[in-house]
């Protein structure tokens, strides 16, 4: 069974420090997609990130960052500069391509302190 | 452009009373998607729909839970009659519906339901 790990419930962090929050992943799939997703108390998943498994190059956007290890089958995203509007949970999927099927993992919540 | 929307936003009814939620996808999105995320978890996919065939509801309580897409656009999700283990966010997400390649699933507020 395909399954996403993530293992810290809650994280806090200082405002315009980075904070790192892990997601490990168990598959036998080669090709597959991974996603952060962020949740803030008003409920919307929003996009954070996305990563393909065949690119090495780990993807950045903006203050958002992955550390992409695929034969650890590990993805943590790391968020520098952090704000008091990064204040949410984050969720980590796994997509293996061409099922249309995301396993979420369960979740880390983040707290941004002023 | 527009998301997601989701209609209502909060819902709250006694067990054994019948409830609808409604989703109206991004525009040109084939793909729909419901899905329900209990108290700390993730979310769990229901049913998938392309165009207006479900192309998966493995995962949906048939004996309570109905979904509709008539026309592929919106879409209906129905619970009839609610338990109380059915409290939950129902959330609604739609993608382009691009076959073989990733395709990014954008997801709507979601309805709170509390069922008492």
């Known amino acids: 069974a395909q399954t996403v790990t993530q293992s810290q419930p809650e994280m806090s962090v200082q405002e315009a420090e980075t904070v790192t929050l892990s997601c490990t992943y168990d598959t036998s799939e080669s090709n597959y997609y991974l996603f952060w997703y962020k949740q803030p108390p008003s409920r919307q998943m929003i996009l954070v990130i996305r990563?393909?498994?065949?690119?090495?190059q780990n993807a950045t956007e903006n203050r958002f960052s992955v550390n992409f290890q695929k034969a650890a089958k590990s993805f943590s995203l790391k968020i520098s500069d952090s704000q008091l509007g990064d204040t949410a949970m984050y969720f980590c999927?796994?997509?293996?391509?061409?099922?249309?099927?995301?396993?979420f993992g369960t979740g880390t919540r983040l707290k941004v302190l002023a | 452009e527009a998301g997601v929307v989701q209609s209502p936003r909060y819902k709250i009814i006694e067990k054994k009373q019948p409830v609808a939620f409604w989703c109206n996808p991004i525009s040109g999105h084939n793909t729909l998607y419901w899905y329900r995320q209990n108290l700390g978890q993730g979310p769990e996919l229901l049913i998938r729909?392309?165009?207006?065939?479900?192309?998966?509801d493995s995962q949906l309580p048939k004996d309570r839970f109905s979904a509709e897409r008539l026309k592929g656009v919106d879409s209906t999700l129905k619970i009839q009659p609610a338990e109380l283990g059915d409290s939950a966010v129902y959330l609604c997400a739609s993608s382009l519906g691009l076959a073989g390649v990733s395709d990014t699933q954008y997801f709507g507020p979601g309805t709170r339901l509390t069922v008492l």
């Open positions: 990563q393909e498994a065949y690119k090495q």
């Open positions: 999927a796994f997509y293996p391509s061409g099922t249309y099927k995301y396993i």
């Open positions: 729909y392309e165009n207006e065939e479900a192309v998966d």
